[in-house]
């Protein structure tokens, strides 16, 4: 779906999908059967293609919970977000990605979020870099080492900084209780687009 989702125009073999998508042929013919059925794309001799990415995008985000990826609060000296991000600016690894309000800050302003969100693959690390202290409550940075990889794909520099790609920003904030549908929305219309 994500790869679907990120590729509107292309068509696709059944073989190249699951090569892109990093999954088996078995696990795309399934998924492919069922998008069909659902009336997401057809399936065509050596060509699918996605026919409805709104509905898709819909239905995505109606199963998603950005909770489900474990974030883990912590709270950070450093006095605002803006010192924050100058550090992971200075943190060339790129052993992170922004995300929900963090990143939405840097692509389609709407909502002022002073919180930090990220993945990482290293959170040793990045607790070493921003001085991270465990909270139960009150953090003001959020931290997921993701299980499922793929939400670390199309990751991209955006000023300096490491972030998830505009889908993925989108599928975070959809369903954030503080004022996330309205900056959702807002990158689903000026950067998205569907």
């Known amino acids: 779906v994500r790869t679907l989702l990120t590729t509107l125009e292309k068509g696709w073999t059944m073989k190249e999908l699951a090569d892109a998508s990093e999954v088996s042929l078995a696990q795309a013919f399934k998924v492919t059967d069922s998008l069909q ?14 026919i409805d990415a709104s509905g898709l ?16 609060g912590f709270y950070s000296p450093l006095k605002d977000r ?7 600016k200075a943190d060339q690894g790129r052993r992170y990605a ?8 840097l692509v389609a302003p709407a909502v002022r979020s002073t919180d930090v969100y990220m993945y990482t693959e290293d959170m040793d690390i990045l607790k070493e870099l921003l001085e991270l202290v465990p909270v139960e409550f009150g953090g003001n940075v959020y931290v997921s080492v ?27 904030l959809a369903n954030y209780p503080q ?4 900056q959702a929305d807002e990158i689903r219309n000026r950067v998205l687009r569907f």
């Open 57 to 72: 995008l819909d239905a995505w985000t109606s199963a998603y919970r950005y909770g489900e990826n474990g974030f883990i």
């Open 146 to 172: 993701p299980k499922d990889a793929s939400v670390l794909r199309g990751t991209r520099v955006l000023d300096g900084l490491s972030i998830v790609s505009d889908l993925q920003i989108y599928l975070d």
């Open 37 to 50: 059925e659902e009336g997401y794309l057809t399936k065509e001799r050596g060509d699918i293609r996605l």
């Open 82 to 88: 803006s010192e924050v991000f100058a550090r992971l």
């Open 98 to 105: 922004l995300t929900m309000g963090s990143a939405a800050s």
């Open 179 to 182: 004022r996330g549908k309205e």
